[in-house]
């Protein structure tokens, strides 16, 4: 099974609107890290968060870690219609080994 | 864009048929993931290089094997082909392995399909 589970599994919702998604994970890890993959095509890399920190912004995007729970959450603020994708969070552990979930698939209607 | 190439874009082959994929890592990067992700699901780790020496190793069997030169670019070799090995293959490059600061660049990935 995936380390990382992303949920919702699909997300849809009006463009200037706010958008969150989880992460939940089983093991200990040494970062946590959110991808972002437009249809078919590679993974764009939108923030690390390492396992001693809590929060993290960049632009629009907020991300929040909770070690004791074992999740984290996306979220992206005034949405566009570009933000339409699939984001996936990965877990990487001790070993430097990333571990993916299947996915949040985003559509945001102009 | 990251720095990181793969080559070729598309591939097709037929079952029982071998294939070798290439990746060259981002400058300054000594460490290649390789990842298969197939249709509607996740990225799932294959191995991982690190200066040329294999570390570690995701749920494949041995006909998937790889290489990293000293340049630090990778391949990735898929013997026997099957049908369920239709997938986006992905390579990352990254600076260090195991670090908590360590971030992964993809490239745009290897579109296989088994015949």
């Known amino acids: 099974s995936q380390q990382g589970e992303e949920d919702p599994q699909a997300l849809s919702i009006q463009e200037g609107e706010n958008a969150t998604m989880n992460c939940s994970y089983k093991?200990?890890?040494?970062?946590l890290q959110w991808y972002r993959q437009n249809s078919g095509r590679g993974l764009v890399h939108l923030i690390l968060i390492r396992s001693n920190e809590r929060e993290k912004h960049s632009g629009r995007l907020r991300v929040t870690l909770d070690t004791s729970k074992k999740s984290s959450s996306l979220l992206i603020t005034a949405s566009r219609a570009a933000d339409t994708a699939s984001y996936f969070c990965a877990t990487v552990g001790l070993a430097g080994k990333s571990t993916f979930g299947d996915g949040t698939t985003l559509t945001v209607k102009p | 864009e990251t720095g990181v190439t793969q080559s070729p874009t598309h591939l097709i082959k037929t079952r029982g048929q071998q294939v070798t994929l290439r990746c060259s890592s981002q400058s300054g990067h000594n460490t290649v993931s390789w990842y298969q992700q197939a249709l509607g699901q996740g990225p799932q780790f294959i191995f991982q290089y690190y200066r040329e020496e294999e570390n570690g190793r995701g749920n494949f069997p041995p006909r998937f094997s790889g290489l990293q030169f000293p340049n630090y670019s990778s391949e990735l070799n898929v013997n026997a082909l099957e049908l369920d090995d239709s997938a986006l293959y992905l390579c990352?490059?990254?600076?260090?392995?195991?670090?908590?600061?360590?971030?992964?660049?993809f490239g745009p990935g290897t579109r296989l399909t088994v015949l």
């Open positions: 093991t200990s890890i040494n970062n």
């Open positions: 990352a490059s990254s600076l260090t392995p195991g670090r908590e600061y360590d971030e992964q660049f």
